[in-house]
């Protein structure tokens, strides 16, 4: 059996591989930057079993290339880059990496949240332009996280992790979800959709993108938005309109934004997101640690593992699948 693995991933996982399953050919993109659509359709040929990362789309036009494909295991938390109605049609198994990037982005989350409010870009960008010529008063004021109101969309494990962190920081926290929360902890409170967008000094998204969530910020939420209040983003980029993301911070109805995550990625380079002062971005590195991109790609192998074992993944996306695959 073939596996290919579409992007470069921890030396030890594929020792892992070669040692565990000696029987599997191995097929591992390592060159820079990220595998083409037309390499990984060639590549998709003579698949067996494929470790996918969020870059590479799992749709239809591939698993038409693909007639050998059993499964493909998603190297992150979400799956939008899967077609699932695709991959039940063509009766291929599909998992992803839950749990193990929770604590990752939990903390670039917070780090963002930092940098916007604190200013942290604009000052050290004076500092290594020669530009600050010493301690002032009111040099680089910006804004404590201490004592504001953290709006938290959505409350899966990223979420989770993020409101421990804010109250460690002293935040009061409001989350929506629409499922019905008990028991949260003291100064966490669930609150409607307008209240959240009216409360909240900063909202912070922490949902999968799906048609209901795409462009869930857009002009209208952001016009209930707080003119003081920052977006973070470290979930998928076409949740945010950017476009009126972009409005709203030239025109002063938004104080800031933290981005992580971006609707075209790489960023296009005319992107006027690279022209706003009172904007934070980074190049979709929530998950960029060590210790977390090692452990995505041994959970990603563990799926396929498994499968070959003749046990069921423990990331299944489409679980109606296993019965016909034992």
Do not use: C
């Given at each position: 059996m073939k596996l290919v693995i579409t992007g470069r991933v921890d030396p030890r996982v594929i020792q892992e591989i070669r040692s565990r399953r000696p029987d599997l050919s191995l097929k591992v993109w390592?060159?820079?930057g990220i595998i083409s659509r037309e390499q990984l359709?060639?590549?998709s040929k003579d698949a067996d079993l494929m470790i996918t990362m969020l870059t590479e789309r799992v749709?239809?036009?591939l698993l038409e290339h693909a007639p050998h494909l059993k499964m493909v295991s998603n190297m992150a938390v979400g799956f939008d880059n899967f077609d699932l109605a695709a991959l039940e049609k063509s009766h291929v198994l599909a998992t992803n990496t839950p749990d193990v990037l929770t604590e990752a982005t939990a903390e670039l989350t917070m780090a963002l949240m930092l940098l916007v409010l604190r200013r942290l870009r604009s000052a050290e960008d004076a500092l290594r332009q020669y530009?600050?010529?010493?301690w002032?008063?009111?040099?680089?004021l910006g804004f404590e996280l201490y004592g504001k109101t953290l709006g938290i969309?959505?409350?899966g494990r990223i979420a989770r992790a993020v409101v421990k962190r804010a109250l460690a920081f002293g935040m009061r926290v409001i989350i929506f979800t629409r499922r019905s929360l008990k028991d949260l902890p003291e100064n966490v409170q669930q609150v409607s959709w307008e209240q959240l967008l009216e409360s909240s000094d900063i909202v912070s998204l922490h949902v999968p993108l799906t048609p209901q969530t795409l462009h869930l910020i857009n002009h209208e939420t952001l016009s209930r938005m707080r003119p003081t209040a920052i977006l973070i983003n470290t979930s998928r980029g076409a949740v945010v309109?950017?476009?009126a993301l972009i409005a709203a911070l030239r025109t002063g109805k938004l104080a800031g934004a933290g981005l992580d995550v971006f609707e075209t990625e790489p960023l296009p380079s005319d992107s006027s997101l690279r022209e706003l002062p009172n904007v934070t971005l980074l190049?979709?590195?929530g998950s960029a640690t060590v210790e977390t991109r090692l452990a995505m790609a041994e959970r990603a192998w563990h799926n396929i593992l498994a499968y070959l074992n003749g046990q069921k993944p423990p990331d299944l996306l489409l679980p109606k699948l296993w019965p016909d695959k034992t």
């Amino acid at each position: 059996m073939k596996l290919v693995i579409t992007g470069r991933v921890d030396p030890r996982v594929i020792q892992e591989i070669r040692s565990r399953r000696p029987d599997l050919s191995l097929k591992v993109w390592n060159e820079s930057g990220i595998i083409s659509r037309e390499q990984l359709l060639a590549w998709s040929k003579d698949a067996d079993l494929m470790i996918t990362m969020l870059t590479e789309r799992v749709d239809t036009e591939l698993l038409e290339h693909a007639p050998h494909l059993k499964m493909v295991s998603n190297m992150a938390v979400g799956f939008d880059n899967f077609d699932l109605a695709a991959l039940e049609k063509s009766h291929v198994l599909a998992t992803n990496t839950p749990d193990v990037l929770t604590e990752a982005t939990a903390e670039l989350t917070m780090a963002l949240m930092l940098l916007v409010l604190r200013r942290l870009r604009s000052a050290e960008d004076a500092l290594r332009q020669y530009h600050w010529t010493g301690w002032e008063p009111d040099g680089f004021l910006g804004f404590e996280l201490y004592g504001k109101t953290l709006g938290i969309v959505g409350f899966g494990r990223i979420a989770r992790a993020v409101v421990k962190r804010a109250l460690a920081f002293g935040m009061r926290v409001i989350i929506f979800t629409r499922r019905s929360l008990k028991d949260l902890p003291e100064n966490v409170q669930q609150v409607s959709w307008e209240q959240l967008l009216e409360s909240s000094d900063i909202v912070s998204l922490h949902v999968p993108l799906t048609p209901q969530t795409l462009h869930l910020i857009n002009h209208e939420t952001l016009s209930r938005m707080r003119p003081t209040a920052i977006l973070i983003n470290t979930s998928r980029g076409a949740v945010v309109d950017e476009k009126a993301l972009i409005a709203a911070l030239r025109t002063g109805k938004l104080a800031g934004a933290g981005l992580d995550v971006f609707e075209t990625e790489p960023l296009p380079s005319d992107s006027s997101l690279r022209e706003l002062p009172n904007v934070t971005l980074l190049p979709h590195i929530g998950s960029a640690t060590v210790e977390t991109r090692l452990a995505m790609a041994e959970r990603a192998w563990h799926n396929i593992l498994a499968y070959l074992n003749g046990q069921k993944p423990p990331d299944l996306l489409l679980p109606k699948l296993w019965p016909d695959k034992t």
